[in-house]
């Protein structure tokens, strides 16, 4: 199993999971042909996806969804409140992730996650093929117990660290939206994220990518002055960025 990203931020959001054969697209936060553009980088086209999953209605995670699920005939799965909370049009497939419940396509195994997040439904992932494990964790307020319990035992992990506290304090966003941002429905904060990894066996960890980061509220260099000491146990540790998102990384 090896897995990618088409980027990673506020502007859009998208994540290649692939074995063998069969390849998930976790959110297309991009135009259609913006994500078509963007999968042509990680060698792969729309017409190789095997489905569509969906985590949440905000656009920079479904907007392209829509126009590439009818371009290119893709099943979409998402949760029944994320479906009925934004009009997507008509598309060729819909499977209903109800009740967080376990399911599979294909080869992978897939676990939905609910979190805390200013969304009517949101999900996230932990998916499973050929005995390894991949969590992908963002667009969260907060780690509950049933977070930090269903991410235990990852062998690569995609985790949120969304903003520093002190430069979203100071930005020039309105007080509504810095309260939303910090707030138990919003984003993790680099100290978050740092307390979550504590809690975590990172040495289990192939790969560890600190994604999502905010272009505005936060920087590489707060995110690693807080996050390093954390994730030094982990074989690899990647920041991904809005424009390239990282490149193809396989579990072994």
Same mark, same amino acid.
């Given at each position: ?23 998930? *697209? ?29 985590? @949440?209605?905000?656009?920079? @995670? ?6 590439? +699920?009818?371009?290119?005939?893709? %099943?979409?799965?998402?949760? %029944? ?29 897939? #676990?939905?996650?609910?979190?805390? @997040? ?5 999900? #996230?992932?932990?998916?499973? +093929? =050929? ?24 062998? =690569?992990?995609?985790l949120e660290a969304n903003h520093d506290p002190v430069m979203l304090a100071y930005s020039a966003y309105p007080q509504s939206l810095k309260q939303r941002v910090g707030? %138990?429905?919003?984003? *993790?904060?680099? #100290? #978050? ?13 192939? @790969?560890?990518?600190? =994604? ?14 807080? *996050? ?25």
């Amino acid at each position: 199993m090896r897995f990618a990203s088409l980027g990673s931020g506020s502007k859009g959001n998208g994540t290649l999971v692939e074995y063998g054969d069969e390849v998930l *697209l976790i959110d297309c936060g991009f135009s259609a042909k913006e994500a078509v553009l963007r999968l042509a980088k990680l060698g792969k086209t729309a017409d190789q996806i095997t489905a569509i999953l969906v985590t @949440h209605e905000h656009g920079d @995670h479904i907007r392209g969804v829509p126009a590439l +699920a009818r371009k290119f005939n893709l %099943p979409v799965y998402i949760t %029944p409140g994320t479906f009925k909370v934004k009009d997507l049009g008509k598309m060729p497939a819909i499977h209903f992730i109800e009740g967080y419940q376990a399911f599979s396509i294909g080869a992978f195994a897939i #676990q939905p996650v609910a979190v805390p @997040h200013d969304a009517r439904e949101p999900a #996230q992932f932990v998916i499973s +093929a =050929a005995g390894k494990t991949l969590g992908i964790l963002t667009d969260l307020g907060m780690i509950t117990a049933h977070v930090e319990e269903s991410y235990q035992h990852c062998d =690569a992990l995609v985790l949120e660290a969304n903003h520093d506290p002190v430069m979203l304090a100071y930005s020039a966003y309105p007080q509504s939206l810095k309260q939303r941002v910090g707030g %138990p429905w919003g984003h *993790l904060s680099n #100290q #978050q994220s740092a307390s979550f990894l504590a809690q975590l066996d990172v040495t289990r960890l192939q @790969h560890l990518v600190i =994604a999502h980061i905010s272009q505005k509220n936060n920087s590489l260099e707060a995110a690693r002055s807080v *996050l390093d000491a954390v994730s030094q146990g982990a074989r690899q540790v990647i920041y991904a960025c809005q424009e390239e998102g990282f490149d193809w990384l396989e579990l072994v």
